[in-house]
């Protein structure tokens, strides 16, 4: 086995481990934390997949999207809201550091570099955005019966 894929089983069991950890302090049921845990590791081994042949909004658009079809398929499998699945498991797509630099980048008085981070981080927020906006018009009807189908 490569190191490329060790570094990826890792960061996909961290972002397991992360994204549970966020769905504790947002009060998720306990019977909720795997599925939660997978979608979020699902949605970050994604953006790490694609990363390398596209930008990074491009990348977080895609993976959002794959974060919000595995939301909204646990929501119908478990019988619960999209929500639950959907908050925590987009918690490792979030631009978090983008927004910390570009604060700094504020403060120690490099406004080019904050300007440029900030656009970066103003643009990962936009894909997550559409991601989620893109699958939502998709009626929850059509994950009901692709995961209820009883004809297979």
Not at 15 to 36: E, H, N, S
Not at 106 to 118: K, P, S, W, Y
Request: charged share 15%.
């Amino acid at each position: 086995m490569s190191s490329d894929t060790i570094r990826l089983i890792a960061e996909f069991f961290a972002a397991c481990v992360g994204t549970i950890a966020f769905a504790l302090l947002f009060q998720v049921p306990r019977k909720y934390y795997l599925y939660c845990g997978i979608a979020g590791a699902c949605g970050w081994i994604c953006y790490k997949l694609i990363l390398p042949y596209t930008t990074e909004p491009v990348s977080i658009f895609f993976a959002t999207v794959l974060v919000i079809i595995l939301s909204r398929s646990f929501a119908v499998y478990k019988r619960c809201p999209v929500t639950v699945f959907l908050i925590a498991g987009i918690f490792p797509l979030v631009p978090g550091s983008g927004i910390y630099w570009t604060a700094f980048y504020v403060v120690t008085n490099d406004l080019e570099q904050a300007g440029a981070r900030g656009f970066l981080t103003f643009k990962d927020a936009v894909a997550i955005v559409l991601g989620i906006l893109l699958v939502f018009e998709f009626p929850q009807s059509w994950f009901r019966k692709v995961l209820t189908d009883k004809s297979k």
